[in-house]
């Protein structure tokens, strides 16, 4: 926008300053001898960019986010299902499979109950690892009975409950080593793990001679348990560090004598990992059915963070202090500052309201009214001393809106021949406008460059 003697801090903070200065975003000057210069700030391309700064650092945040997660979604969707069977990734189990068949061991691998019941035996052995929670207590009560051995890896709450009700979690387990010191040939065989994870508890008081820790870790922490049904006689072989069987760990400690001695002794191995085709067909599963376990306490951690934040960051920091500056501001620079601001956001009538607060002090020191005058006495006084309509000052220093740079600048000029016009009918010496024109008139009553309806 064309700014053009906004004598802000001159005019209406400091009259009579000696100190005036030009806004640097444009000058438009109009004056009776015809010369008219006008230049239009146009925002430059870096005005743009940092004026728009924020929204394009946040949509580039945003698209490398959703880079990264679709690199990360991509890159666990190509590792597979933990433990499978057919996995040669290091969270797979591929290369314990394959080492199985070629000793001669029969591995289907089975993604329901239903595969299980058709596919495993009298002397089969079936290794489960439910990561999902999928199976209830019913359904593993059967998958016990349908083989002679079951291996159940990292077992759940409510698998513990179903097949090894004295048999509770110890937590990690804390030994730099894990010795065989059990009765269990594979165990034996193995001679050691790799320690260091999850651990299965067996309180003494509640001690049974059908169960059998190994692996010890202390006085009731160990890294495999085994219970034998002294009904049906089945074994069931609980081990709850699933690093023993995928590709990454086996090879290393005794983790592969370990696995091929449970594994290996029958002729039959159904590796089974149940899937959603094991919940119940009463309908489509809900959203709670799909969703993990761990996704419900990270969300409530989520929320709390969040309003924890909030209280920190957005407490009250208490009602705002004046403080003196230690430096003294020009009154042009405050001037220049306040019409750039002005100009930015095309605001033509504040910057002219403060050329009139100006205009009208002064007017009423000409003609003779203090501080506390009324405008309309000031109006009144300005008419009758200069001979002019009361309506035609009042539109001048009140009613008058601009609606172009031109009318803002024709608007100033009539301001200065108002001024002009009284103090040459009062009879006082003034000095000059601090941005008069050489070439501007000195009466009022002379139409200025460009007059503007009110």
């Not at 089974?272 to 376990?293: F, K, Q, W």
């Not at 009423?364 to 109006?379: M, N, S």
Request: aromatic share 4%; proline share 7%; with cysteine.
């Amino acid at each position: 926008m064309t700014a053009t003697r906004l004598h802000i801090a001159a005019d209406a903070a400091a009259p009579g300053s000696a100190e005036s200065g030009r806004p640097e975003s444009g000058r438009a000057e109009s004056g009776r001898s015809g010369s008219a210069v006008t230049t239009v700030a146009t925002p430059t391309l870096r005005a743009w960019l940092h004026r728009s700064s924020f929204w394009i650092i946040t949509s580039i945040a945003i698209v490398a986010i959703a880079i990264v997660s679709m690199l990360i979604s991509g890159g666990a969707q190509a590792t597979g299902r933990a433990l499978a069977g057919d996995s040669p990734s290091p969270a797979g189990s591929m290369a314990l499979v394959e080492v199985l068949r070629e000793q001669g061991v029969t591995v289907t691998l089975a993604d329901s109950l239903t595969e299980v019941r058709a596919a495993a035996g009298d002397n089969s052995t079936v290794l489960l690892y439910d990561a999902n929670d999928y199976l209830d207590a019913d359904q593993l009560t059967e998958l016990a009975d349908l083989a002679a051995h079951t291996v159940v890896v990292a077992p759940s709450f409510l698998a513990l409950q179903a097949l090894a009700p004295t048999v509770g979690f110890g937590g990690v387990s804390e030994a730099e080593s894990l010795s065989a010191d059990c009765s269990v040939p594979a165990v034996n065989r193995a001679e050691q793990i790799v320690p260091g994870g999850d651990t299965l508890s067996i309180p003494q008081k509640n001690a049974h001679p059908l169960v059998t820790g190994c692996f010890a870790s202390g006085t009731d922490k160990f890294s495999l348990v085994q219970v034998e049904n002294d009904t049906t006689g089945g074994i069931v072989t609980l081990v709850p560090d699933a690093r023993v069987f995928n590709n990454e760990n086996v090879s290393g400690y005794g983790n592969a004598a370990l696995a091929l001695g449970l594994l290996g002794p029958s002729d039959s191995l159904v590796w089974y990992l149940p899937t959603l085709a094991d919940l119940p067909r009463t309908g489509p599963p809900s959203l709670a059915d799909l969703t993990p376990g761990w996704v419900t306490p990270v969300l409530l951690l989520l929320v709390l963070t969040t309003l924890a934040a909030a209280v920190w960051r957005g407490r009250r920091f208490g009602p705002l202090v004046s403080e003196n500056l230690p430096v003294t501001v020009k009154a042009s620079e405050t001037m220049e500052g306040r019409a750039r601001l002005y100009a930015r956001g095309n605001a033509r009538l504040r910057a002219l309201d403060a050329l009139r607060v100006g205009s009208v002090q002064r007017l009423a020191r000409t003609v003779g009214l203090g501080r506390l005058a009324h405008l309309d006495e000031v109006i009144g006084s300005v008419a009758a001393i200069t001979g002019s309509a009361p309506s035609e000052v009042r539109r001048v220093v009140v009613d008058a809106v601009p609606a172009s740079d031109a009318q803002l600048v024709a608007l100033s000029d009539s301001l200065q021949a108002l001024e002009r016009a009284t103090s040459r009918a009062a009879g006082t010496a003034t000095a000059p406008h601090p941005e008069a024109p050489a070439s501007a008139s000195p009466d009022f009553d002379s139409p200025p460059a460009e007059r503007m309806d009110p």
